[in-house]
């Protein structure tokens, strides 16, 4: 069993800062790419942020130079800084994993968080 925790959402007045933390656990053997993605109401889910097993990143437009994403592979956990927050950063934040885990057998897949809330506004 594997499994994505996350943590840290809630209310921000725009400008302000959160930052979004996701644990995996379990039988795991490696992790290669982790990410963060968001659904707003109405929209499509897209991908925030990512970073690679060995620490090259990617982001969206809209974020960029406003949010770091980062993890910390001894806990396995990766994590999302966001600052200068607007309201159209409001949405439901999802982490993603690309896991190498054991269950009776060496498996890869790729794991989802259950997403946490994250509403900017005055």
């Known amino acids: 069993q594997v499994q994505l925790v996350e943590s840290g959402g809630g209310l921000v007045q725009p400008g302000g800062s959160l930052k979004l933390s996701c644990a995996a656990s379990g039988s795991i053997v490696s992790i290669y790419a982790m990410g963060w993605y968001r659904q707003a109401p109405g929209k499509e889910r897209e991908l925030v942020a990512g970073i690679s097993s060995g620490g090259s990143t990617n982001y969206v437009d809209s974020v960029k130079g406003r949010f770091t994403i980062s993890r910390d592979n001894a806990k396995n956990t990766v994590y999302l800084q966001m600052d200068s927050l607007k309201p159209e950063d409001t949405a439901v934040y999802y982490c993603?994993?690309?896991?190498?885990?054991?269950?009776?057998?060496?498996?890869?897949?790729?794991?989802w968080g259950q997403g946490t809330q994250v509403t900017v506004s005055s």
């Open positions: 993603n994993a690309d896991i190498l885990f054991r269950i009776l057998a060496i498996q890869r897949n790729t794991f």
